[in-house]
Structure formats: C-alpha cells, structure tokens
C-alpha cells in the first residue's frame, strides 16, 4: 500500500535554529498538507500545497513557516527559527482529491530545546 | 469559530460489545466528515469517510451522519482489544475542502 513518508522521525534542534521537515507524499497524488500536534492536544492544520503554491494556511502558519516542492518528489516544511512552543509532531498528508481525507506519513516528532 | 467536539472519554467496552464514538460540528454546511483511528504516538489512520445523511458500513465500522442534527458518529462492532485507540473525528467545512478540522478525539479501551 502506498505510503507517505517522511523524514527524520526526531529531530531535536536549539532556540532560534532553522530546521526543515521533509516528505514525500504518495506519487500520483496532487494536494499536500502539513499538520501538527501538540502533546496531548488535537491535530492542527497547517497548510495545504496544490500545483506549487499554498492553496490554504492557519493563523499558526505565520512567516517563520515556509513549504516548498524543490523536485518532483519532495514536500518540505521550513521553520526559520524555531521557539519552544514549536515543540510538536508534525504530520505531513497527502490526497489525490481533498474531499476524500488524506494519507498520513507517519510523522516527525520536533523538540525544540 | 468552526469547532468539532468529542467526548474524551476514556471509554471501556469489554471484548465483542459494540463501540459508540460521538461527534459534533459546528458548521451547518458542512459536506465532508472522517473518521481517523490514531494510536499512542502514531500518525492518524483514515477508517470511515461520510459525506451523506444515513448510515455508511465497512466491515465492523458503521458511520452515521445526521446533517440536521450536526452529528456523525462511528460504531465500532464486535470490539477487539487492537481496536483500543484514539477515535479522532475530522471535518471538512464548507468552502474548504481542503482543511480538516479534528475533534480532541475519544481515547477507546477494549477490554478482554
């Protein structure tokens, strides 16, 4: 069964640090999304990616957090300078049509110390 | 502000009995609803999918949408202790479709 896959499963980073999240959703799907969840708190969108550019984003998408597709593959999630707050499993998702709910990679957990 | 609601729970049923997980939303026009299974510290897993009013079976899992109401629900029957998870309900409201909004989920123990 195809997967979403993303890379690394932990990355522990310092304050202020730029750090960047990398997926790669399934290959013939279309929409990317990243998520995140807080421990012990509900999932939260982030933004969704669709024929190169940012179809949505949250309120907590501001301008610390970037996407990208640099090659055919790949869906990145940049934070320019990560806060303690940023501390948080981040799901990276895609679909072939968003309408019919998403496949999960199965995350990157992020510590920011 | 759009909310999804869900009892926490935790919830115990013992071995064979049916789960009932419940859910409401916010937004009247609403159009699509997901039912995810998420496990301790793993990423969610879609199980159901609705989109109209009535009942929707696979397998074991039966979904329910209410529209007037504002309700979906899941019923899990014949429970296994491997169906002990997080039951997370997920929203698609109207004029994004491509954002989903999750209830807090409601923590499933199935009991041998």
């Known amino acids: 069964e195809p997967e979403v896959t993303q890379t690394p499963s932990h990355q522990v980073t310092q304050m202020g640090q730029e750090v960047i999240l990398r997926c790669v959703p399934i290959?013939?799907?279309?929409?990317f999304y990243w998520y995140r969840q807080i421990l012990g708190q509900k999932v939260e969108f982030l933004v969704s990616f669709y024929n190169n550019e940012i179809s949505e984003k949250s309120e907590i998408f501001d301008d610390q957090f970037s996407v990208e597709r640099p090659d055919g593959s790949n869906f990145t999630l940049k934070i320019r300078s990560t806060k303690l707050e940023d501390s948080a499993m981040y799901f990276c998702?895609?679909?072939?049509?968003?309408?019919?709910?998403?496949?999960f990679g199965s995350g990157t957990r992020l510590t920011v110390v | 502000q759009k909310e999804v609601e869900q009892n926490s729970g935790p919830l115990s049923v013992p071995e064979g009995a049916i789960a009932s997980l419940n859910c409401t939303y916010s937004?009247?026009?609403?159009?699509?609803f997901f039912w995810y299974r998420q496990y301790s510290g793993k990423s969610p897993e879609l199980i159901m999918s609705i989109y109209s009013n009535g009942d929707k079976e696979d397998g074991r899992f039966t979904a329910q949408l209410n529209k007037a109401s504002q309700y979906v629900s899941l019923l899990i029957r014949d429970s296994q202790p491997s169906d002990s998870a997080t039951y997370l309900c997920?929203?698609?409201?109207?004029?994004?479709?491509?954002?989903?909004?999750f209830g807090s989920g409601t923590q499933l123990t199935v009991l041998p």
């Open positions: 997920a929203v698609a409201y109207s004029g994004s479709a491509r954002q989903l909004t």
């Open positions: 998702a895609s679909s072939g049509d968003g309408a019919y709910g998403y496949t």
């Open positions: 290959s013939n799907h279309l929409y």
């Open positions: 937004d009247r026009g609403s159009q699509s």
